[in-house]
């Protein structure tokens, strides 16, 4: 068993909250990737964890599935899709590795829906991948106020060309 020796919870915030975040665009990253199996264990997907990395709502995460290995051809196509916007989004075309697409800057296109298994539960959703400067940010999605002082004077943030 992990020892927690030293650890005090009253020493630390908790967890923040996970209710969905407004639909709009969000400046991420992505920060893991994954095969994991598909839950009738005939195929895997690709599942990124994505952070956001700017405004009100900076540092939470999102998550995406590729269904890349699956029976169903309309699912592959529609991940092979998914993967295809991400690497254009972060100039990556011919990856390797699921790795060379992290940390990498991007729109997220995030919207709200409905969860079909708990209704009246809501949950976030990745609609689609963007270049950062194709399209405009969120309203919650706000470089921070100390981007400038940060970059020098500069309102772009670190990763903007």
Same mark, same amino acid.
């Given at each position: 068993?992990?020892?927690?020796?030293?650890?005090?919870?009253?020493?630390?915030? +908790?967890?923040?909250?996970?209710?969905?975040? +407004?639909?709009?665009?969000?400046? $991420?990253?992505?920060?893991?990737?994954?095969?994991?199996? =598909?839950?009738?264990?005939?195929?895997?997907?690709?599942?990124?964890?994505?952070?956001?990395?700017?405004?009100?709502?900076?540092?939470?995460?999102?998550?995406?599935?590729?269904?890349?290995? #699956?029976?169903?051809? =309309?699912?592959?196509?529609?991940? #092979?899709?998914?993967?295809?916007?991400?690497?254009?989004?972060?100039?990556?075309?011919?990856?390797?590795?699921?790795?060379?697409?992290?940390?990498?800057?991007?729109?997220?296109?995030?919207?709200?829906?409905?969860? #079909?298994?708990?209704?009246?539960?809501?949950? #976030?959703?990745?609609?689609?991948? $963007?270049?950062?400067?194709?399209?405009?940010?969120?309203?919650? $999605?706000?470089?921070?106020?100390? =981007?400038a002082t940060a970059n020098g004077g500069s309102s772009k943030p670190p990763w903007a060309k």
């Amino acid at each position: 068993m992990p020892d927690l020796t030293g650890f005090d919870a009253n020493d630390h915030e +908790p967890s923040g909250n996970f209710d969905p975040i +407004p639909r709009g665009e969000y400046p $991420a990253h992505a920060i893991s990737s994954e095969w994991k199996e =598909t839950k009738a264990g005939t195929g895997r997907y690709l599942q990124f964890a994505f952070e956001l990395i700017e405004g009100e709502y900076k540092g939470r995460k999102e998550w995406a599935r590729l269904n890349l290995d #699956n029976p169903n051809a =309309t699912a592959v196509k529609i991940a #092979n899709g998914e993967l295809s916007a991400i690497c254009r989004a972060v100039g990556v075309m011919k990856p390797k590795m699921s790795e060379e697409l992290h940390n990498k800057p991007l729109l997220l296109k995030i919207d709200v829906e409905e969860r #079909n298994d708990k209704p009246g539960v809501f949950r #976030n959703v990745i609609k689609g991948y $963007a270049k950062i400067g194709d399209s405009k940010p969120a309203a919650g $999605a706000t470089p921070d106020a100390n =981007t400038a002082t940060a970059n020098g004077g500069s309102s772009k943030p670190p990763w903007a060309k």
